[in-house]
């Protein structure tokens, strides 16, 4: 089992449309997720983070955490054609280890 | 603010020579990390630094990669010799500190091709 691993894409949304990204994660022990975009040639830029069960809203981005199942979302609403990127999700693994998933590539089509 | 520096941008060799990256966090900046990002896949840690001192190398293939980070700043990564499977971004970022709360800053990166 991978230790983040997040659903297979590529995921093309129309606009205006809600994008829903999904990642499981391994250690139990994991306190911190994050949510990173990476836009093609670029280097990946922070998002959001959460680090308690429930929704956490961010204009029209809610990250989802639920410890129990292990289990981080990203919601975008409304999405824009500037929301097309990879979305990596992020888990700190043991001693701060920052373990990233493989990515999830979105597409929003205009 | 400057942002984290990375050079070469750039980097062709063939397989079973050597390169060097180097990396210039953000000041103040304890933390230092290399990742290795190969083309479809997400970022793999190589090293974790906090000042000079390494907190992870799990990931680095240490037979051929050393990375070292003299005087708490910046930092280096050398391949010795390299293969065609090292073709990647090599992506220094760094973070005020070992905790992880707060944001990684990421460089360009440097890209890789092993002929």
């Known amino acids: 089992q991978k230790e983040v691993e997040q659903n297979s894409g590529p995921l093309s949304v129309p606009e205006g449309a809600i994008a829903s990204l999904n990642c499981t994660y391994s250690?139990?022990?994991?306190?911190?997720f994050f949510w990173y975009r990476q836009y093609s040639g670029k280097s990946p830029e922070l998002i959001m983070f959460i680090y308690s069960n429930g929704d956490k809203e961010d204009g029209r981005f809610t990250a989802q955490l639920n410890k129990a199942s292990q289990y981080v979302s990203l919601l975008i609403r409304d999405s824009q054609p500037s929301d097309s990127a990879t979305y990596l999700c992020?888990?700190?693994?043991?001693?701060?280890?920052?373990?990233f998933g493989q990515g999830t590539r979105l597409t929003i089509n205009p | 603010e400057a942002g984290v520096a990375q050079s070469p941008r750039y980097k062709i060799i063939e397989k079973r020579q050597s390169v060097a990256f180097w990396c210039n966090p953000i000041s103040g900046h304890a933390t230092l990390y290399w990742y290795q990002q190969i083309l479809g896949q997400g970022p793999k840690l190589l090293i974790q630094f906090q000042n000079n001192g390494v907190v992870d190398d799990s990931q680095l293939p240490k037979d051929r990669f050393s990375a070292e980070r003299l005087k708490g700043v910046d930092s280096t990564l050398k391949i010795q010799p390299a293969k065609l499977e090292d073709s990647a971004v090599y992506l220094c970022?760094?973070?005020f500190g070992l905790g992880n709360t707060g944001e990684l800053f990421f460089g360009e990166g440097s890209r890789l091709t092993v002929l």
């Open positions: 250690d139990r022990g994991s306190q911190s």
């Open positions: 992020a888990v700190v693994q043991g001693a701060q280890k920052l373990v």
């Open positions: 970022a760094s973070s």
